[in-house]
């Protein structure tokens, strides 16, 4: 399967844990971004690369987040110090052009306890 | 106001009915639209991608836009319970530019 993975799928953890995403582009797409989603509402944007370069990231990221894609290929999202308002399904999508062309990974869904 | 609107439902419809799912949208500026398919506990796939005004077809599927009234509309035919899931529209004034998401309709399709 050469689709858009992430890992882990599930995560429980604790309030003030930190936690760590992964996402495996299609190889050939350049773009990667990350969202998040909740429930009943539509994907909220966090923060996109181009190769390594992060070129944008959402201003209502709280500092606590931060995402690397180092050498171009994969990414991982870390989340520091957890809250319960995290909880959320984190998307990773990967984009050969335009922003709306979007691959989806299944998500991995983080929940805070 | 969000700037993009869509009808959470849920839309429940009889197996091979014609479903019709919309969007209203406030900024003039978007002139890319798409509508992205979104099963329980899975990532959105993308269905349809328009540029600017007028209808494109993909099997069963119809994307319409309606620049000056702001508003998209996807039409399914002869819907399957396959075809039960979430329908998110999304829309960019330029193809670089972020996605303005809906936060999507639950359809349902009764066998």
């Known amino acids: 399967d050469t689709g858009v993975s992430q890992n882990p799928r599930h995560k429980i953890t604790k309030r003030g844990q930190n936690v760590t995403f992964r996402c495996d582009p299609i190889?050939?797409?350049?773009?990667l971004y990350w969202y998040r989603q909740t429930l009943g509402q539509g994907p909220e944007f966090l923060t996109y690369?181009?190769?390594?370069?992060?070129?944008?990231k959402s201003r209502l990221l709280s500092d606590r987040f931060s995402a690397e894609r180092p050498k171009g290929s994969f990414s991982t999202l870390e989340i520091q110090r957890t809250e319960q308002g995290d909880s959320a399904m984190y998307l990773c999508?990967?984009?050969?052009?335009?922003?709306?062309?979007?691959?989806f990974g299944e998500g991995s869904r983080l929940t805070v306890l | 106001q969000k700037e993009v609107e869509q009808d959470p439902g849920p839309l429940s419809v009889p197996e091979g009915a014609i479903v019709s799912l919309n969007c209203t949208y406030s900024?003039?500026?978007?002139?890319?639209f798409m509508w992205y398919r979104q099963y329980s506990r899975k990532g959105p796939e993308l269905l349809m991608y328009?540029?600017s005004s007028g209808n494109k077809e993909d099997g069963r599927f119809t994307a319409q836009v309606d620049k000056s009234s702001k508003y998209i509309s996807l039409f399914i035919r002869d819907s399957q319970p396959s075809d039960s899931a979430t329908y998110l529209c999304?829309?960019?004034?330029?193809?670089?530019?972020?996605?303005?998401w809906g936060a999507g309709t639950k359809l349902i399709i009764k066998p």
């Open positions: 999508a990967s984009s050969p052009g335009g922003a709306g062309e979007l691959f």
């Open positions: 190889s050939e797409h350049n773009r």
């Open positions: 690369f181009q190769n390594e370069a992060q070129l944008e």
């Open positions: 900024n003039s500026a978007f002139q890319y």
């Open positions: 328009t540029y």
């Open positions: 999304a829309m960019s004034a330029r193809r670089d530019y972020q996605l303005i």
